[in-house]
């Protein structure tokens, strides 16, 4: 079983919606979990870092992690065009050093 | 500005040919690492790197080879065993204490002629 699995979509919304993107993960040891926004031809950007359970929230994004259904997600509200992007999960899962990443999820904002 | 500098943005590589990618940072980070990406299969760690002089294989490090004799640099190399070497190929960066945190380049396409 891999270490964190993500639906990669992809995902079309219109401007305005709430956007829900999802990742499983397979150990409940599991503490780190980061987002990243990928724009196309663009480097991964750290969106949202959160540790543990419960929410995370900066601006429109809310990072939540779910330990019991070891699930965790990014929703995104009042989406703008501009949020169009791949979105990657990732954690360290049992490392120190080694992110595993998901395949990512495909998002595009219709405006 | 700091950040993580990666060049060329395009390369190109024929039949047989070794090719470096080139990746600084001035974040004063300690840990640099290589990925790959290929469409539909996410990021996959080539080489990484905790400290000057010495780094390690990641999942998917043959066909290629790195050094790390300064902190700042970590380039990489395409040899000519990797056979299908087409990919964005990805540099980060993290700090030794929170190693978890990385950030990224803006990444080297290579393809193959």
């Known amino acids: 079983q891999k270490e964190v699995e993500q639906d990669p979509g992809p995902l079309s919304v219109p401007e305005g919606a709430i956007v829900s993107l999802n990742c499983t993960y397979s150990?409940?040891?599991?503490?780190?979990f980061m987002w990243y926004r990928q724009y196309s031809r663009k480097g991964p950007e750290l969106l949202m870092y959160t540790y543990s359970s419960g929410n995370k929230e900066d601006g429109r994004f809310t990072a939540q992690v779910d330990k019991s259904s070891k699930y965790i997600s990014l929703f995104i509200r009042d989406s703008q065009p501009s949020d169009s992007a791949t979105y990657l999960c990732?954690?360290?899962?049992?490392?120190?050093?080694?992110?595993?990443f998901g395949k990512g999820t495909l998002l595009t904002v219709n405006p | 500005d700091g950040g993580i500098t990666q060049s060329p943005k395009y390369l190109f590589r024929k039949e047989g040919q070794n090719v470096t990618l080139s990746c600084e940072q001035n974040l004063n980070h300690d840990a640099m690492y290589w990925y790959r990406q290929d469409p539909g299969q996410g990021l996959r760690l080539i080489y990484y790197?905790?400290?000057?002089?010495?780094?390690q294989k990641g999942d998917i490090a043959e066909g290629y080879s790195v050094s790390r004799e300064k902190k700042e640099s970590f380039p990489l190399t395409v040899t000519s065993a990797q056979k299908n070497p087409t990919a964005f190929y990805l540099c980060?960066?993290?700090?030794?204490?929170?190693?978890?945190?990385?950030?990224f380049g803006p990444g080297t396409r290579l393809l193959v002629l």
């Open positions: 990732a954690t360290p899962g049992g490392s120190n050093y080694k992110l595993t």
């Open positions: 980060a960066s993290s700090s030794a204490r929170v190693q978890e945190t990385q950030y």
């Open positions: 790197s905790q400290i000057v002089n010495d780094f």
């Open positions: 150990n409940s040891a599991f503490q780190y």
